[in-house]
């Protein structure tokens, strides 16, 4: 069984990227190979990305989620029908105003791997839905002030439980269970 994953770079204010959607504050850090060694064990584990249908236009220009290294199956949200894109190995399936089904459609593709939600808006509504078993925040050590927000906006508290925590050069390294409402009661 799939586990459904928030997967994000962000601030330490929270923001992925700044307001122009730029994340070159991301790149030229310092870093580690323990930070790598992070980074790599939670992609080796995706099986499937679901994201925004606002991807589409930058899967043609070539700007393709985890750069293009993950040939997985990527579920992207849309409001329009539209044929999928085969990109470098990876295929683009675009899924219309149901969330809950690009996520399932992506636990099925991903087996016992993990499905990684990119970007705050899907991010959210996942949330939202009780969808979402983990979050796995890389935390850069820099502070934007403005942006583009992970979790601004989600409307409801969410309790976590704290599965690991790490820190090397660049970068500190999250990971939370979602407490999932019927667990929490107990």
């Known amino acids: ?41 939670v992609m080796s584990r995706i099986g499937a990305v679901v994201g925004g249908a606002n991807r589409s236009q930058t899967i043609e220009d070539d700007e393709l989620p985890y750069g293009g290294m993950l040939k997985v199956p990527v579920y992207l949200m849309t409001h329009s029908a539209r044929e999928p894109i085969e990109r470098g190995g990876t295929t683009y399936t675009f899924v219309v105003d149901d969330i809950s089904e690009a996520v399932a459609l992506a636990a099925q593709s991903a087996g016992d791997g993990w499905v990684s939600l990119l970007g705050g808006s899907i991010s959210r509504q996942c949330l939202r839905l009780g969808l979402v078993d983990e979050l796995h925040l890389d935390v850069a050590p820099v502070l934007l002030g403005d942006g583009i927000p992970l979790f601004t906006g989600l409307g409801q508290r969410v309790e976590l439980e704290r599965l690991e925590t790490s820190a090397y050069a660049s970068e500190a390294h999250l990971r939370y269970r979602v407490v999932k409402p019927s667990a929490a009661a107990e």
């Open 1 to 41: 069984m799939a586990t459904v994953i928030v997967h994000a770079t962000i601030t330490l204010d929270g923001f992925l990227a700044d307001q122009d959607g730029s994340v070159d504050w991301m790149f030229g850090r310092p870093s580690d190979p323990e930070d790598d060694f992070v980074v790599e064990r």
